[in-house]
């Protein structure tokens, strides 16, 4: 099955403007980059770096070759050969009429290389694990229905355009059926793949997690050992959704504390996890600094854990944090994320500022809370964060509480 893509609108506006004769985009392995631009770019010649012979030949090409072979190319896993970047940079710099696509899975190595070589010459997007819209869909052709939080976001938060509960929405059987999908394999495209069962689902999981250590890891750093990483992955699959000791990681695997650090910078940039920093606004408050952790996908934190079910608390929460940042990165919101603890306890699970404001979110499991719904009215009111109203929705037997705040 395929599924239609929300950044797909996001680019098609540059496709035949100057400014979009060199398009970068990335995002973790397997998340359907080449498929989307293939799809995009059909008449684009499509040069797979990842094969040895081709890096060799394409980096001898002057830039009138490039002209004369390559006017238009996809350049896929293009951070194997980062001397492709400067010729792409040269041949447009001489020919007007050229366009680019470049692929990546590793950020860190193309971005830094794509900042050196292309800045002010390129546009660059991030392609995400499905979203729940997207899963909705069964072809390129199906409109993708944008969620309340996309619509808030970009139009502003409106209560009564609110349902009292979410079973009240006309597209709940197809909501409800998306977010069990996700719960159980997490986002990546393959997972709708109708010809795999669910053996099949769980081994491709399991080798997707050999593949990125393999390959993923040692493109980032020379590793001669990969035993400690793979013990500092499962400790963040097994604490997602918790604060951050770096001290008693370090100590439970058996490595340094800077060496920790290291590693949990590879797992953001390269799309595994990422990290809420603490909020705040008046300093003399007292905030753990601590940042929180969150597995982006619950597929291949599973496959980490090597378990099939069993959804705890923290992964519940991980699993809303993910779709709540992928959703405003697929329309490119210009907001922050945060989570908010005091050193008394009181909390709040996900603080997003943007231009007008903040949303604090209440994330509960089920009928469970870990806390009364005044306490978090009282958190945001003790760090000034006042004027909020509060807005309920309902995901199958789960509860997430959201206030806007204005």
Not at 297 to 321: P, Y
Request: charged share 25%; proline share 4%; aromatic share 10%.
């Amino acid at each position: 099955m395929k599924h239609n893509r929300q950044i797909w609108s996001t680019i098609e506006p540059y496709i035949h403007r100057n400014m979009g004769r060199i398009i970068v985009l990335t995002g973790a392995r397997q998340v359907g980059k080449t498929t989307l631009v293939k799809k995009m770019f059909n008449g684009y010649h499509y040069l797979s770096i990842e094969d040895p012979a081709m890096r060799m030949n394409l980096a001898v090409l002057p830039a009138s070759q490039w002209k004369a072979l390559y006017p238009n190319a996809i350049l896929d896993e293009v951070q194997k050969e980062p001397s492709l970047i400067e010729s792409v940079k040269s041949t447009y710099d001489q020919y007007d009429d050229v366009r680019y696509i470049l692929l990546g899975s590793s950020q860190i190595l193309l971005l830094n290389k794509v900042k050196e070589s292309l800045a002010g010459r390129c546009l660059i997007f991030n392609l995400q694990p499905l979203v729940l819209p997207e899963i909705q869909t069964s072809s390129w052709e199906d409109d993708i229905i944008p969620s309340i939080w996309q619509h808030t976001l970009i139009s502003g938060f409106d209560q009564k355009k609110m349902l009292p509960s979410f079973m009240l929405d006309p597209r709940y059987p197809q909501k409800k059926n998306a977010w069990a999908h996700m719960e159980k394999y997490g986002s990546y495209p393959i997972m709708s793949d109708d010809s795999m069962d669910e053996e099949d689902k769980y081994l491709w999981l399991e080798n997707y997690v050999k593949t990125y250590l393999e390959r993923d890891v040692r493109d980032l750093v020379a590793l001669r050992d990969l035993e400690p990483y793979m013990k500092l992955q499962r400790a963040i699959a097994l604490h997602t959704g918790c604060l951050i000791n770096v001290s008693s990681l370090a100590t439970e695997i058996g490595v340094s504390a800077k060496t920790v650090k290291q590693y949990i910078e590879y797992l953001n940039i390269s799309f595994q996890s990422i990290m809420l920093p603490s909020w705040e606004r008046n300093k003399q408050k007292r905030l753990v600094k601590t940042p929180k952790i969150h597995c982006l996908d619950n597929g291949v934190l599973q496959a980490v854990l090597k378990k099939r079910g069993g959804l705890t608390g923290n992964e519940f929460e991980s699993i809303v944090v993910s779709e709540i940042y992928k959703q405003a990165n697929n329309i490119r919101a210009n907001v922050n994320f945060y989570h908010l603890r005091t050193h008394d306890g009181k909390e709040v699970d996900l603080l997003i500022e943007t231009q007008n404001g903040y949303y604090a979110f209440e994330i509960r499991w089920r009928s469970m809370s870990r806390r009364p719904m005044h306490v978090t009215f009282a958190t945001l009111k003790l760090f000034s964060i006042s004027h909020f109203c509060t807005a309920s929705c309902y995901l199958t037997t789960m509860r997430l509480i959201v206030f806007p705040i204005r």
